[in-house]
């Protein structure tokens, strides 16, 4: 494709889909735009595919209508853009800016940030992997495959104009599944990949490159004969097929395995490089104890030592804050974060914490069946829609398949298991992670949750074995600082405000970062100055602002 043109577009309000079937969407709403028929969408998809260079008028009328176009193909052409236009870009008259779809000379363009077409941007995720570090890569090459939903252009197939481009996508679709598999060999893995390089190589077995990788992993698995059969296969298919003895890769590596060469040895899983510690976040203050704890415990587990971090506290003191530092603190390093959430309206759900964990990792059918495989089989039940009273309970197979499924996430890449207001999980969810606790070690799994203390709980037993247990941190932050404080109300109010004001906010909310908040919003709505004359004021001010959230 041609170069990325200079976006005129308003960055954001606009999402092409190419990689399935083809659609418009404004990301800030999730509204599907309506593109018209079948026709006016091809004009479109057409001048995206050019990536930003002019199509000619004639050519595109070509490929719309062959060797049948209308009376006044020029004429019906000219209204598809001007309605592709109305729909795409509807506020470009108020703006006096240019539209989506611009005329130069005799043909169209599209002026879009790369951005904004999904194919774009997985070519640039795919380019950019070439160069990286092997655990990099590869989370660089999964974001490219996720936006995937179908084959390219798929209400286009067959179309003469349509081919070329969802060829040369479907190709470099294949070629980032390939190098997926070989970043994450690269980065230390290899049993694991086993059953996904097979099921590769069965759907396209003249692919080299398949081969390659597959009995490459057999023999780091310390499977030396199966990588050998696996190259005899190889060569037999090849003659096979096309007539053709294996490339010089594929010879290479059987000579290699024969002889044990010491470079096929599987490198070690990467540690984590020594580094500046980020800075905690805008607005996170007192909490430079707690950040460094929870750093700590992302490195760990990502080096393989997983643990539970428990943020405890009453309401209000920060836990929730706190537990999206861990997110942002594992995201810097790479790390995905599966995210929970107890509510007290679905406590009664079985399992609910733990669906909400791992469904969004279970969409697509061919991951769904590689992480429920074996061992986490026996886990399925969980997740499928069956009716209440059939569904799996905390019987150990179930617990030890949700177990085995955590392992096969972690497999891929280390990560982040997040649940906030852990008291209101249900019973299920709970007993799988206290279950889950027990079995950390050796695990690259860090579980980050937030419990509030100074409440009956539903759940006292199975809270307290997590809490108590051997692979638990506490991380347990304090009511603020008067000088924590200061720094919330200068930084809300402006750098005059006075000592003591400060001291009153501190005495009014005693410390209490969410009702400070509250207390703040309440001052700044009511334009009070933060001087000493106005300190009394927080009092009367505080008590109903503190008392409204309560």
Sequence with gaps: MGQTTQAVTPAGLLDLRVLGPFAAVRPDTGEQIELGGRRQ?????????????????????????????????????????????????????????????????????????????????????????????????????????????????????????????????????????????????????????????????????????????????????????????????????LADELGVEPGPALRRLEAEVLAQAPELEAPARAVPSQRTAPRPSEGLVDRDREVAELRRLVDEAQEGAGRVALMEGPAGIGKTRLLSEVRRLAAGQGLPTLMARGSQMEREFGFGAVRQLFEPALVDPVRRARLLEGAAASAASVFDPVPAEDRADGTFAVLHGLYWLTVNLAAEQPLVLAVDDLQWCDAGSLRFLAYLARRLDGLPVLVAATLRTGEQHAEPELLSELAHDFATVPVRPAPLTIAGVGELVRNRLGDAADNVFIGACHRTTNGNPLLLRQLLRALEADGIRPDASHADTVTAIGSRAVSSIV
């Design 41 to 237: 969408r091809a004009v479109l998809a057409l001048l995206v595919l050019a990536r930003g260079e002019v199509v000619p008028a004639e050519r595109l009328a070509d490929a719309l209508w062959g060797d049948a176009p209308p009376a006044n193909a020029q004429g019906t052409l000219q209204a598809y853009v001007s309605h592709l236009r109305r729909r795409l870009d509807p506020d470009r008259a108020a703006r006096s800016r240019g539209s989506v779809i611009v005329s130069e000379g005799a043909g169209y363009a599209v002026r879009l940030p790369e951005d904004a077409v999904d194919a774009w941007r997985f070519e640039r995720l795919v380019a950019n992997a070439a160069d990286a570090a092997p655990a990099v890569a590869a989370g660089l090459l999964r974001e490219a495959l996720e936006l995937w939903r179908g084959p390219a252009l798929a209400e286009y197939a067959g179309e003469p104009w349509a081919e070329a481009g969802a060829a040369g996508l479907s190709q470099l679709r294949d070629v980032a599944r390939e190098q997926l598999l070989a970043a994450r060999l690269g980065a230390g893995e290899s049993a694991v990949l086993i059953p996904e390089l097979t099921a590769l190589v069965n759907d396209d077995p003249l692919r080299e490159e398949r081969w390659r990788l597959l009995a490459l992993a057999l023999y780091r698995a310390n499977r030396q004969a199966d990588a050998l059969a696996a190259l005899r296969r190889a060569r037999a298919t």
